[in-house]
């Protein structure tokens, strides 16, 4: 139980284009989503937190409306980079908490990884 | 807000040896610290977690202890194998609802035949 699922796991764009992530909680209903970027041999870094049915909630010095996130349902949540450029380039994961439950375990997509060329 | 400090960053181990990672944090409110093993392109997997109303927890050959009166956590691995080899990643939080993690900076495990 509780697979988080992103789609796609693999994508290459020119640069000024706008890419969307989808990230699916696939067998449980998550109230909330986070988004994470990582570079190569780094960390997880937070982007945002996606709650469904409000708007995102966003990390100091993370653009807004360049990063533009959706939460419409319980299992879906949409990462939209919008315009990117190289420096976007990076590992993008989601992960999903469990809605309703008392654990803060959070689980993660399998990430997907953006090369703007 | 949160700041996890992870060591150390690199770490080579015998198979069968032990392996023990540790973690600092900052802020006292955080009461939730998971652990995760990530292999190279791929999702980090919890292998473990611990909630500050206990001092340790162990799961096979993996354990995890915490001392909140000096903020810091330890991750040890005990008779290690090549699988055992990929980054791990302490992190903290304040827990419930959505609270976010703050990630330490990550450790590569290498476990040598």
């Known amino acids: 139980g509780a697979v988080v699922s992103q789609h796609p796991s693999w994508v290459i764009c020119k640069s000024g284009t706008s890419v969307k992530i989808e990230c699916r909680s696939l067998?449980?209903?998550?109230?909330?989503m986070f988004w994470y970027r990582q570079f190569p041999k780094q960390s997880l870094m937070l982007m945002a937190t996606?709650?469904?049915?409000?708007?995102?909630?966003?990390e100091q010095g993370v653009e807004k409306d360049k990063f533009l996130i959706n939460h419409a349902s319980l299992t879906l949540s949409t990462l939209t980079v919008t315009s990117a450029h190289p420096e976007d380039s990076s590992f993008y994961i989601c992960?999903?908490?469990?809605?309703?439950?008392?654990?803060?375990?959070?689980?993660f997509g399998p990430g997907t990884r953006l090369t703007v060329l | 807000g949160e700041n996890v400090e992870q060591h150390p960053s690199t770490l080579s181990v015998q198979e069968g040896d032990s392996a023990v990672i540790k973690c600092t944090y900052s802020?006292?409110?955080?009461?939730?610290f998971p652990w995760y093993k990530q292999e190279l392109g791929k999702r980090p997997q919890l292998i473990i977690d611990?909630?500050?109303?206990?001092g340790e927890k162990k799961d096979q050959r993996i354990a995890v202890t915490l001392n909140k009166t000096a903020k810091h956590f330890s991750l040890h691995i005990t008779e290690t194998q090549p699988e055992d080899s990929a980054v791990y990643f302490c992190?903290?939080?304040?827990?419930?609802?959505?609270?976010?993690?703050?990630f330490g900076t990550g450790t590569q495990l290498k476990v040598e035949l």
């Open positions: 992960s999903a908490r469990v809605a309703g439950g008392s654990t803060d375990t959070q689980y």
């Open positions: 067998d449980f209903q998550a109230t909330t």
């Open positions: 996606s709650n469904e049915g409000s708007k995102a909630t966003y």
């Open positions: 802020d006292s409110a955080s009461n939730y």
């Open positions: 611990i909630r500050s109303n206990v």
């Open positions: 992190a903290a939080s304040p827990g419930g609802g959505g609270n976010k993690l703050t």
